[in-house]
């Protein structure tokens, strides 16, 4: 880029390694614009020519202030950026003209030996008897009326973002809190701090953030650097295991687990913690802990392995710490049907491997009234672990989600499958896109593949369709609901297990995944000619393969019940012609019903002229009896038999081409004339019904559209 800028400081003398290095930084601000100056705290060399442009003399840093502007920089950021070279240009000279000596080292300075005795105070403050923090010189300032350290530092490996633990003591107490860097690095900015007791008001901000800028330079090597990630599972090349607050090594003892003693921030020569980017990323992994007894646990588990359905879900929970290892793919477990209770339960034991099954705020399990993008982030945090989202017919109850129910779902089903979320815009350019590993347990009433026509996502789809207990009597009803009542007060034991398993057999990662190709190479060849069974069968022989593995890891579980059993059980039930989901076949069944036992109630066409209309109105109308195409139900009564599943159904009938609709509808309606009026109206086909009850109805059946 050639300017005025270039021209003029050359013209002025200034030398050509500031102009040709100024250059680049003006190149950057006019592609960041808006986003410059959060570049500008995060690049160094971009500082540093600043520093040296505005050494040279206020012509010279005003001509490049003019550049900024016009390059479309915001002119508070300018101002911003000059207020800290302004300060760092002070702090220097300070430096420069201070009396040499040793440095102050703030603990003994302080009589605090709870901090690090390396700690040092910038030469340019000065701390008085009463611990207040001032400026040196004849004229010393105000800067804190309380101590103030940078006690660490915590560097993102996922998008490189940096924060600050910073310390100030009141009341003879240390207190910390941890913020983005970027926060501290504007007046404006770290003002915002005072709403949680740090001593910063509109009066010290600026000096504040010159402080913390001379205290974080001169302590650079003193301060201790974290690696952090907002990520759990694994890192450092599969030496530890991030699982919520804790940290699995091949060294953890499972007895200070339970008890709270084994935490990311305490533990001994750790090199890597969580740190959330916000409060979504700590609410996302404070469901991962453990509660109650192990032995309690495993006794609850060892009561559903007669189960088949209940004790391969159970045996997923454990594979996403294997994916990466067996060089496997994620999936879905869709458990539907009209079960009571069943396949939450089920979706919940699988949940208590790794943490709080309970539908809490601090619960793993989150329901299907969330986003794509929600759930796209959820995975990226709970990578090598499992995500849970109970019950579809909530799908699009979301404020604001402009996605329908089936649109949802099948974007969920697309996006697990793929391992990848979208790329999203960020401050400066475009956000990494997301990536994780992962196993995606959701229950419904209907198959969620019913809705989607995505071949890949429903060939990454385990559907298990029925009752998990096989039965719904009363007896059933109360195991369930024991089993369920015992591990809300015991989870969070045994997946952390598994994972110190799998570190502590390194060695034998090779013989698991031949293992894991031998049994593809069977169950694919049971698969035939079939694109999704066999797509299934990988899946399932993911599964298969960490069985022993997962026994191995607890022996206190049964091994009673045979495994090939279970194994034929899954495999014919997802290889097996995929039906229409049972809940939108009752209510099909349920509006037909409704129909004809109040025909009154419904507009019959010239046979209904010259009859009283009902109270209320008409909800609907039949035309043409007997040969009849449609039945029309108006808003109301529609939304009051089709209930909470409303949404869903809507998209399963629109999917199935059950509605009768024409352009003069409005969405998911069409336009019928009854008597005088025309109006809106839910149109259910004739063949629609035929197809719920499987049998022809009165009168010819036809898909033709009146």
């Not at 400081?9 to 050509?16: H, K, L």
């Not at 603990?107 to 923090?133: H, M, N």
């Not at 991030?242 to 305490?266: Q, Y």
């Not at 974007?411 to 401050?427: D, F, H, Q, T």
């Amino acid at each position: 880029m050639t300017n005025k800028f270039f021209e003029d400081v050359r013209e002025n003398g200034v030398s050509t390694s500031v102009t040709g290095a100024a250059e680049e930084m003006i190149d950057a601000a006019g592609m960041y614009k808006n986003g410059f100056y959060a570049l500008f705290l995060k690049n160094d060399k971009f500082q540093q020519i600043a520093m040296r442009v505005y050494e040279e003399g206020a012509l010279v840093f005003g001509k490049f202030k003019m550049d900024l502007k016009n390059a479309g920089v915001p002119l508070k950021d300018i101002k911003e950026i000059e207020k800290l070279l302004k300060s760092e240009n002070k702090r220097i000279n300070a430096s420069k003209s201070s009396k040499s000596g040793p440095l102050l080292h703030l603990a003994p300075l302080l009589g605090d030996d709870s901090i690090s005795a390396s700690l040092v105070l910038p030469k340019q403050y000065q701390i008085d008897s009463f611990g207040q923090v001032l400026t040196m010189g004849n004229n010393p300032q105000m800067v804190s009326q309380c101590p103030i350290i940078i006690a660490s530092k915590m560097k993102n490996i996922n998008d490189k973002s940096v924060h600050l633990k910073i310390g100030w003591k009141n009341n003879s107490r240390w207190q910390y809190i941890t913020v983005s860097k970027e926060l501290v690095a504007r007046t404006q900015d770290i003002s915002k701090l005072a709403g949680y007791d740090f001593p910063v008001t509109s009066l010290n901000a600026s000096l504040l953030v010159g402080y913390l800028s001379a205290f974080e330079n001169l302590n650079s090597s003193n301060i201790p650097e974290i690696p952090v990630t907002y990520k759990m599972g694994w890192h450092n090349n599969g030496s530890c295991f991030l699982w919520g607050s804790h940290v699995i090594t091949k060294e953890t003892d499972f007895e200070k687990v339970a008890t709270g003693d084994v935490k990311c921030e305490n533990i001994d020569n750790q090199t890597i913690i969580f740190k959330g980017r916000d409060v979504y990323d700590e609410e996302v992994v404070r469901g991962l802990s453990s509660k109650g007894q192990y032995k309690s646990w495993i006794e609850i588990a060892n009561s559903i392995f007669q189960y088949h359905d209940v004790r391969f879900s159970f045996y997923v929970s454990f594979l996403p710490p294997f994916l990466e290892i067996l060089n496997s793919n994620n999936f879905t477990v869709d458990l539907s049907g009209n079960s009571s209770k069943g396949k939450t339960t089920t979706l919940k034991l699988a949940a208590s491997v790794w943490g709080n099954p309970d539908a809490t705020s601090d619960s793993i399990v989150n329901t299907w009234a969330t986003t794509v993008t929600s759930v796209e982030r959820t995975a990226e945090i709970m990578s090598n672990l499992p995500i849970f989202l109970d019950d579809t017919k909530l799908a699009g109850n979301v404020k604001d989600n402009k996605q329908t129910a089936s649109a949802l779902i099948s974007n969920v089903l697309y996006a697990i499958a793929s391992g990848r979320g979208k790329s999203r815009g960020k401050l400066i350019g475009v956000d990494h896109t997301s990536s994780f590993k992962t196993i995606l347990f959701s229950t419904g009433e209907g198959p969620a593949t019913s809705l989607t026509d995505n071949e890949g996502a429903k060939g990454r789809t385990v559907s298990l369709l029925g009752n998990p207990f096989c039965k719904d009597d009363a007896d059933m009803s109360k195991f369930v609901s024991t089993i369920e009542e015992g591990f809300k007060s015991n989870y969070g034991h045994a997946g952390p297990r598994v994972v110190k398993f799998i570190m502590n057999h390194e060695t034998e990662h090779e013989l698991w995944r031949q293992a894991y190709a031998e049994v593809c190479d069977r169950l694919m060849t049971k698969a035939g000619s079939s694109s999704i069974a066999m797509r299934l069968a990988k899946d399932i022989a993911a599964v298969v393969t960490i069985i022993p593995m997962v026994h191995a890891a607890l022996p206190e579980l049964t091994r009673e019940y045979p495994i090939d059993a279970m194994i034929d059980h899954i495999w014919s039930k997802v290889t097996s012609e995929r039906t229409l989901p049972d809940k939108n076949i009752e209510i099909l069944k349920d509006l037909y019903d409704y129909a004809v036992l109040n025909p009154l109630r419904f507009f019959h066409g010239p046979s209904s002229q010259g009859q009283p209309v009902p109270q209320g109105g008409y909800e609907g109308c039949i035309y043409g009896e007997p040969d009849w195409k449609f039945i029309g139900f108006s808003a109301g009564i529609y939304n009051k038999i089709t209930g909470s599943y409303k949404l869903t159904f809507r998209d399963v009938a629109l999917k199935n081409g059950w509605f009768d609709l024409n352009k003069s509808g409005e969405g998911y309606q069409k336009q019928v004339c009854m008597g005088t009026k025309k109006v809106n109206l839910y149109c259910i086909k004739k063949t629609a019904f035929e197809e719920a009850f499987g049998y022809l109805l009165e009168g010819e059946s036809s898909n033709d559209v009146d």
